[in-house]
């Protein structure tokens, strides 16, 4: 069975007709949200950076949302290879433990935590990924606005019912509770316009980086938002994911890097967070042209564990018993390795007809 399945838009397919598909052709590269979904595309991740993009000299643009972030920030990284192999374990094997009566962690006990593992796993190594000779590196973040400007028992929940309300008439007015602020590599333009949402860039900094991508990763009511990020407006940061889930953008490539290649775990590029139940924007538009989506095929998905990606949902399925959800976790991304095998044969020999419609 073929795990891989390829979508382009029409400029992306034009492209890969004429020329095919080589490093120096690539201008972007999206990480979307979607918490231990992205555990998926870190072998392919292993392949690009490690391997086929260490052949081209044009910079790149990064721009991750949530563990996306994550995994662009890893990429900048010198040894990106051994980086990534360490990102899997750590986050295959995370835990926590629960105080007595507690039935799950608190926001509190996850934030503190993954603030010290994010530490520990950057360090002294921040120069590396705000250094990169040529990547370059967008981290994306949602700061609350009105009722969301601060975290509260009763504020919140209000805040991200309006939000919804709102996103529900257009997605443009989802601006007025929540805007999208990029935190990119010092004087590196935004990638892409900024028309769809409300949107400021911060310089992405020494002083601003972990907690630019703790933001990023924040998920409401599972962790606690970050408030007063160095060098940014005052506010409380959410995760990236909210206003950018699978960052549905317009983005802007050159003319020799025209290609914006998405590694992504659907077919389906949702904009936000607060679309996913507005189906009608899922589908593909005019800002996606460019792309080229490298996806599982869903049934192959069907054989990995519970037939299903690994999600957040398997915290709760397995409860105190991680070691169960590690292995299970382990085994979905040992099979992963078959995407960057596929990917790597196709490069190798271009087969058009797999390439399908975004």
Same mark, same amino acid.
Request: charged share 15%; net charge positive; aromatic share 8%.
């Given at each position: 069975m073929r795990a891989l399945r390829l979508y382009a838009g029409p400029r992306a397919l034009d492209h890969i007709r004429t020329h095919g598909l080589q490093p120096?052709?690539?201008?972007?590269?999206? $990480?979307?949200?979607?918490?231990?979904?992205?555990?998926?595309?870190?072998?392919?991740?292993?392949?690009?950076?490690?391997?086929?993009?260490?052949?081209?000299?044009?910079?790149?643009?990064?721009?991750?949302?949530?563990?996306?972030a994550w995994r662009m920030a890893t990429a900048c990284l010198n040894d990106p290879v051994a980086a990534f192999e360490q990102l899997e374990h750590e986050y295959v094997h995370q835990h926590?433990?629960?105080?007595?009566?507690?039935?799950?962690?608190?926001?509190?006990?996850?934030?503190?935590?993954?603030?010290?593992?994010?530490r520990r796993f950057y360090g002294n190594r921040l120069g590396e990924v705000l250094n990169h000779p040529r990547w370059r590196l967008h981290i994306v973040?949602?700061?609350?606005?009105?009722?969301?400007?601060?975290?509260?028992?009763?504020?919140?929940?209000?805040?991200?019912?309006?939000?919804?309300?709102?996103? $529900?008439?257009?997605?443009?007015?989802?601006?007025?509770?929540?805007?999208?602020?990029?935190?990119?590599r010092e004087g590196t333009p935004l990638p892409f316009e900024t028309r769809d949402l409300r949107t400021r860039q911060?310089?992405?900094?020494?002083?601003?980086?972990?907690?630019?991508?703790? $933001?990023?990763?924040?998920?409401?009511?599972?962790?606690r938002s970050v408030p007063s990020i160095a060098g940014a407006p005052p506010g409380t940061y959410w995760d990236g994911g909210i206003t950018d889930y699978h960052l549905h953008l317009h983005y802007r490539t050159s003319v020799t890097s025209p290609v914006v290649l998405y590694p992504h775990f659907q077919r389906a590029v949702v904009p936000g967070w607060?679309?996913?139940?507005?189906?009608?924007?899922?589908?593909?538009?005019?800002?996606?042209?460019?792309?080229?989506?490298?996806?599982?095929?869903?049934?192959?998905?069907?054989?990995?564990?519970h037939g299903k990606l690994p999600d957040r949902s398997d915290f709760t399925r397995h409860g105190a018993d991680w070691r169960s959800r590690a292995r299970e976790w382990t085994q979905a991304v040992q099979a992963s390795q078959q995407l960057a095998d596929e990917f790597a044969d196709w490069l190798a020999r271009p087969e058009i007809g797999r390439v399908e419609a975004l």
């Open positions: 120096q052709h690539v201008g972007a590269i999206p $990480a979307a949200a979607g918490g231990p979904k992205g555990l998926v595309l870190l072998a392919i991740d292993r392949f690009l950076f490690g391997d086929w993009l260490t052949q081209a000299t044009q910079p790149i643009d990064l721009i991750g949302a949530s563990i996306g926590y433990e629960l105080p007595p009566g507690r039935k799950r962690p608190s926001p509190e006990q996850i934030s503190a935590t993954f603030a010290q593992n994010l973040t949602s700061r609350g606005r009105h009722l969301l400007a601060r975290e509260g028992r009763l504020r919140t929940p209000l805040g991200y019912l309006g939000a919804y309300a709102a996103n $529900a008439m257009s997605r443009a007015a989802l601006g007025a509770w929540l805007e999208r602020v990029v935190f990119s911060v310089a992405l900094s020494t002083e601003n980086f972990m907690d630019a991508l703790q $933001a990023s990763c924040s998920i409401p009511f599972v962790l607060l679309d996913k139940a507005w189906k009608q924007r899922h589908r593909s538009t005019a800002a996606l042209d460019n792309m080229l989506v490298l996806a599982p095929d869903p049934d192959w998905v069907g054989t990995l564990p």
